[in-house]
């Protein structure tokens, strides 16, 4: 156990500030921000993206407001408190948040569309329908009239 008010605990707080950021700066922090209007169809995408930042400055105003107070309280263990959270969002985006690589963004609405199958299952389909160099078309309407979106793609070596 760590003492609280040591130079030990000083250290061991900046590494895990300094940890925290990092992670947070490479996964979520960037999610939010490319990942966000990947996914949104296009007539909600500025409000979604709204959403997004606000929700994102809220939280970081309460983690703000509460960690200060945690640290003092139960000390080094508000660490394991944010690692806990952090590694149980790992199932969380495996089996709900579909993989976009590679997919045009009227393909990752195609995803989302087909309410038959989860929107995972379907962007898994969608790759292995371009790898196999299938054509795609989308029926969809734009601006009230009927169009096809084909997508088609040449495999290099």
């Given at each position: ?60 105003f309460v983690m703000v407001e509460i960690v200060p107070s945690s640290i003092s309280n139960i000390g080094w263990k508000t660490y394991i408190i944010f690692a806990v959270f952090n590694f ?70």
């Amino acid at each position: 156990m760590l003492a609280v008010n040591t130079h030990t605990s000083g250290i061991v707080a900046v590494v895990m500030i300094f940890a925290y950021q990092a992670f947070f700066t490479w996964g979520f922090m960037g999610g939010v921000w490319v990942y966000g209007p990947e996914i949104l169809p296009l007539e909600y995408r500025s409000k979604g993206m709204g959403l997004a930042t606000a929700t994102l400055w809220l939280f970081s105003f309460v983690m703000v407001e509460i960690v200060p107070s945690s640290i003092s309280n139960i000390g080094w263990k508000t660490y394991i408190i944010f690692a806990v959270f952090n590694f149980s969002f790992i199932p969380i985006i495996y089996l709900f948040f579909p993989e976009t690589k590679g997919l045009s963004l009227e393909l990752v609405d195609l995803a989302f569309m087909d309410d038959s199958m989860s929107p995972v299952k379907r962007a898994k389909e969608l790759h292995k329908m371009i790898a196999s160099g299938e054509e795609l078309t989308l029926r969809t309407e734009v601006g009230g009239k009927d169009v096809d979106i084909v997508h088609i793609e040449e495999k290099t070596a």
